[in-house]
């Protein structure tokens, strides 16, 4: 049975304005060190940061909850296993809720055009 759905889409240029413009406050904040690391050494790295600031927006759709519910950026995080694929992690609260709501299964898809980045989350 899915449990929540959540879909985003961003400009990636937005993404690339904010990370510049404020590059230790921004990054540190959206995201954990280890999707920096990961960011960072990609030729495309503002695709990168966009596609997972997406896929943290839509994990907060799926969920059902926001900041304004506690959950915080860093309680989310994506990762890519050795095929590409991106996995979702959840921390704090997050966690929390998807227990809650007795998540067992999350899928994620993140993809790129040009100009924006988008990212679907199913939770079962």
Known sequence: MIIGIGVDIIEINRVEELIKNYPDHAIHKLFTSREIEYCESQRMKY?????????????????????????????????????????????????????????????VSISHSKENAVAMVVMF
């Open 47 to 107: 695709h990168n940061y966009s596609g997972r600031f997406a896929a943290k927006e839509a994990t907060m759709k799926a969920l059902g909850a926001g900041i304004r519910s506690g959950v915080g950026w860093q309680d989310i995080e994506i990762l890519n296993i050795g095929t590409g694929k991106p996995v979702l992690y959840l921390y704090k609260k997050a966690r929390e809720i998807a227990l809650e709501k007795n998540v067992q299964t999350i899928e």
